[in-house]
């Protein structure tokens, strides 16, 4: 089992940026795969953001292509979610998981451990 941890959350005008943190304990973190997700208020949990064991490899939703990163420190158990021009439509909760299965999915029950999440608002 693992034990996640998300941070750095905030208000923010559309446009700005914000960094989130997912600390994890546990279960070696280098021997999982980490996603980010986020829910708006009324609408499903979707897929923002993947990234391999290693950090070789991400994937993105279509959304925040180009405008987010994903990367992860294995040396400091920790998972980033860097986000640029924010848009409103950005709100939301977002949630940190981890992926014991090596290969990626953007399926939420493809993931076997989540945080609690952080809360992103993104004003107009």
């Known amino acids: 089992q693992v034990v996640l941890v998300e941070s750095g959350g905030g208000l923010v005008q559309a446009g700005g940026s914000l960094r989130l943190s997912c600390a994890a304990s546990?279960?070696?973190?280098?021997?999982?795969?980490m996603g980010w997700f986020r829910q708006a208020p009324g609408k499903e949990r979707e897929f923002v953001a993947g990234?391999?064991?290693?950090?070789?490899?991400?994937d993105y939703a279509d959304s925040v292509k180009g405008r987010f990163t994903i990367s992860r420190d294995n040396a400091k158990n920790t998972v980033y979610l860097q986000m640029h021009s924010l848009e409103p439509e950005d709100t939301g909760v977002y949630y940190c998981?981890?992926?014991?299965?090596?290969?990626?999915?953007?399926?939420?029950?493809?993931?076997?451990?989540w945080g609690q999440g952080t809360q992103v608002t993104v004003s107009s």
């Open positions: 998981a981890a992926r014991f299965a090596v290969t990626p999915t953007r399926v939420t029950s493809g993931y076997d451990d």
């Open positions: 546990g279960r070696t973190f280098s021997t999982y795969r």
């Open positions: 990234i391999s064991r290693s950090g070789g490899n991400t």
